[in-house]
């Protein structure tokens, strides 16, 4: 059986560009590697293609790691908070989901059994400041319902299921869609499952290596079948976009000019956004990674994402 290449992950690989071999000590048999080119390339997919897509992604990971370092995502104590910050940060910023938590926590209410025996109304009360409370505390209150009803209450037997099946039951619950239901099951319960957010979107747009009417589930197949099936390196590199998204690549003026990415973009585009980007800081980037680097903030998980 040929070796196959697995990552040392979450940490930083070691060089750029052009020496994709170098970064991955070769292990026999661990890991899944590329079997879809990215959409850049289009099919049929060739085992130089799939070099190139999987050299491409590890590179955005390792000058994005390089610079910002971990992000220590997701902020939860236990993985039932985490679950609950994934549904209440639909559609809201995460300094308005941790007043949330910290009533909830006040309240005694971060275990599935106290969840669903709160009146909704009292629950949509102390979840106000995360925004549309009353639809998430029916969504809170379905999520525990379902848990109760399936897996006896227990995350253990939930997170036990296999990945596909407990996915599509996730995405069946009232108010889960395929982000919030990929970040359970990515970030509470280290499932092998990429989160694709609107900055990811955004920022692959941008390097062209998608188009504008990708689905979902295409652009969470090209990181999957393109990286390393590691929870770990799943993990971090969507912090890192997340943070990419809301530091340089805004919708409107991104900020390329002091942007990690900044050089893995294609020259007529560069072109075009450099000329409304802000002009670069002085500041050495050394003291940039070490200064946004070490811990998850306030404006953490947040992605602008719908369910
Ligand atoms: S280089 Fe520019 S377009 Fe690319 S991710 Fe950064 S801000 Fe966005």
């Known amino acids: 059986m040929p070796a196959t290449r697995i990552l040392p992950s979450p940490a930083p690989f070691r060089k750029r560009r052009g020496v994709a071999q170098v970064l991955v000590p070769v292990l026999p048999s661990e890991v ?32 994005l790691f390089r610079a910002r370092g971990p992000q220590h995502w997701w902020p939860g104590r236990t ?3 985490v679950i609950v910050g994934a549904i209440l940060t639909q559609n809201t910023s995460w300094t308005n989901v941790e007043r949330a938590i910290v009533n909830l926590r006040r309240e005694r209410l971060l275990t599935p ?23 998430k505390a ?27 099946q407990l996915r599509e039951q996730l995405l069946a619950v009232h108010g889960i869609g395929p982000e919030t239901a990929d970040s359970i099951l990515l970030y509470a319960g280290q499932h092998k499952v990429f989160v694709v957010d ?37 993990n971090e590199y969507h912090a890192l976009i997340v943070h990419t998204g809301k530091h340089h690549c805004r919708t409107h003026q991104p900020d390329c000019a002091n942007c990690p990415l900044s050089s893995f ?17 002085r500041e050495p980037s050394s003291r940039l990674a070490t200064r946004h680097a070490p811990r998850a903030t306030s404006e953490s998980p947040n992605t602008s994402h719908q369910s």
Request: proline letters at 9%; hydrophobic letters at 35%.
């Open 32 to 63: 899944v590697i590329a079997t879809q080119p990215v959409t850049r390339h289009s099919p049929p997919a060739t085992p130089e293609s799939q070099a190139t897509a999987s050299h491409e992604l590890l590179s955005y990971y390792d000058a």
């Open 79 to 81: 993985r039932f908070e």
């Open 113 to 135: 059994a106290a969840m669903e025996k709160v009146p909704t109304a009292r629950l949509a009360k102390l979840i106000r400041s995360s925004g549309y409370f009353r639809q």
């Open 138 to 164: 029916r969504k809170l209150k379905a999520f525990v319902a379902f848990l109760r009803q399936n897996y006896q209450g227990s995350l253990n037997k939930l997170f036990a299921t296999s990945t596909e």
């Open 198 to 234: 609107a900055y990811t979107r955004r920022i692959l747009e941008r390097h062209n290596l998608t188009h504008p009417k990708a689905t979902y589930e295409e652009i969470r197949a090209l990181f999957e079948q393109n990286l390393p099936a590691d929870p770990l390196l799943y």
């Open 265 to 281: 973009l294609p020259a007529p585009v560069a072109q075009t956004l450099l000329s409304v980007s802000p002009q670069p800081t």
